[in-house]
């Protein structure tokens, strides 16, 4: 049985557990919002709820006993300074956890943790991530074998046009191209010639 075991593991030993949750409320505290797990984001929440708790009032013990547990003087800074500024007059729940869908590489299932007084502009789509479609399709969209064989008809038709088009082209870019050629061996002929008299 489980009784009085108080908080999650998310997977790792006491020391790793602890630097993990250091790193993340560090993070949370100067970003003021940060992606994670949902396991992560909720054993989170009651690590760092209590230190923002301490942070409302500024003495020497609080600032020391929060940093005890963030071991970052920015972090300390900022807590004490511009965050309980903000919810200084709030009795609690000073983050949110919003659920974000999965994650596409290992399917872990994402949340967004944020200081609740900071959101100034609420997420537009909360909903499940990708493109909300299937990987395999199921047949919607699908062309039928006519459709197939009247846009290869219509393509090829196109390219033949393009083709003659770059025929055309090159021919006259030819034309050109032997005009000053000529041109330019009848000036020669006219130097040499010159240069014999």
């Known amino acids: 049985m489980r009784h009085r075991k108080k908080g999650k593991k998310i997977g790792r030993t006491a020391s790793h557990r602890k630097r993990t949750l250091q790193s993340l409320s560090n993070a ?16 989170l929440r009651p ?8 942070a409302k009032e500024d003495t020497q013990h609080n600032r020391r006993e ?10 300390i800074d900022e807590l004490f300074g511009e965050v309980s ?3 200084g007059d709030r009795p ?5 956890i919003i659920k974000l869908g999965q994650r596409s590489g ?3 299932e994402l949340a ?3 200081l609740v007084d900071y959101n100034d502009v609420p997420p537009a789509d909360t909903g499940q991530g990708g493109s909300g479609g299937t990987r395999r399709g199921s047949g919607k969209g699908r062309r039928t074998s006519t459709e197939e064989e009247q846009a290869d008809a219509s393509s090829s038709g196109d390219s033949s046009d393009e083709e003659s088009e770059s025929v055309e082209e090159d021919e006259a870019t030819a034309e050109e191209a032997s005009a ?18």
Do not use: M
Request: zero cysteines; charged letters at 35%.
């Open 47 to 54: 690590f760092v709820e209590p230190l923002i708790t301490r």
């Open 106 to 108: 290992d399917g872990a």
């Open 92 to 96: 609690g729940g000073y983050t949110r």
């Open 180 to 197: 000053d050629a000529e041109q330019g061996e009848a000036e020669e002929e006219e130097e040499s010639e010159e240069d014999n008299t």
């Open 28 to 43: 949370l505290i100067e970003n003021k919002s940060i992606t994670t797990t949902v396991a992560k984001a909720k054993a």
């Open 112 to 114: 967004l943790i944020e």
């Open 85 to 87: 500024e903000r919810v």
């Open 66 to 75: 929060v940093f005890r547990h963030l071991q970052s003087n920015d972090a």
